[in-house]
């Protein structure tokens, strides 16, 4: 399917915090970034720093992750610290300590392939229009209630993070690359969809017992259409109009998705 780039990054509604993730989407490239604002500082900062200095090339083995991240952190680590002397010892020292977190998922797209990388539980999907079959980046469902890897401005990368891989795409595929509360939703009501297929899955996830364990319930009890409700839904979704925040507002009222920012990427 045939389409312009786009990106949407919304923050938690109804919060008014601000939004720790980010989205890129340009010709040939598509990624998104979430900010972990639970430790470290600037993770907003740092996940758009991320995509802006994305390579328009693939990055394709966790050396040329680790690579790519050795000739572009001192930039930010040196901005930002000058930002937290600004704002006083216990910010420079928090600084200091933990530094800046966030997740990264990307996809290069040529003809017949896209190729992907992934570091922590930002996803990246292909969905086939024509055979109904979902691809994802992601190991399985209940491993969203895991600490997801996280890329640091000042840290060495773990190789266990990194999960890379490519997709063989033709004129009926959708690619696109979404946060961990959003890409739980996706994986999620194709694995209802396909219940049949991910039983065990599915169970394993909801007998966890956690805040998502809650999402399954409630998206069993009342299945979405796949193909009709979650992919075209965000086929027709714009960063021109309000549809995006409208449909997420419905999935929080319907209790199909946590609280959280909100991004993805689509081709």
């Known amino acids: 399917m045939e389409r312009k780039p786009f990106s949407i990054s919304i923050a938690k ?16 490239m598509i990624a998104v970034s979430d900010g972990a604002g639970g430790g470290g500082l600037y993770a907003d900062l740092w996940s758009a720093y991320l995509l802006e200095k994305l390579p328009d090339e693939p990055i394709t083995t966790f050396e040329k992750l680790d690579s790519w991240l050795d000739g572009i952190w001192e930039t930010f680590y040196n901005r930002c610290e000058e930002q937290a002397k600004k704002e006083g010892g216990l910010v420079l020292n928090k600084f200091y300590d933990e530094g800046s977190f966030a997740t990264l998922a990307a996809v290069w797209k040529n003809d017949k392939f896209c190729r992907w990388i992934s570091y922590g539980d930002s996803v990246v ?30 840290d060495p990368l773990n190789n266990e993070g990194f999960r890379c891989g ?18 739980h939703f996706v994986i999620m009501c194709y694995e209802i969809s396909k ?25 069993t009890a009342k299945p979405l259409d796949f193909k009709t409700k979650v992919i075209r839904k965000l086929c027709r979704c714009s960063p021109y109009n309000t ?25």
């Open 13 to 28: 509604p109804g919060q008014g915090q601000v939004n720790e993730d980010a989205a890129i989407a340009k010709a040939g």
């Open 125 to 154: 999907f292909h969905y086939n229009m024509r055979t109904g079959i979902l691809e994802h980046s992601f190991t399985k469902l209940i491993d969203f209630n895991n600490p997801p890897y996280l890329i640091n401005c000042k």
């Open 166 to 183: 490519e997709f063989k795409i033709d004129n009926d595929s959708v690619v696109f690359c979404a946060t961990d509360a959003l890409a």
């Open 195 to 219: 219940c049949n297929l991910y039983g065990e899955e599915l169970a394993e996830a909801v007998n966890a017992g956690t805040k998502v364990s809650a999402c399954i319930n409630a998206a």
């Open 243 to 267: 549809k995006f925040e409208n449909y997420i507002n419905k999935l929080l009222e319907n209790r199909f998705i946590v609280l959280d920012d909100y991004s993805f990427s689509m081709f």
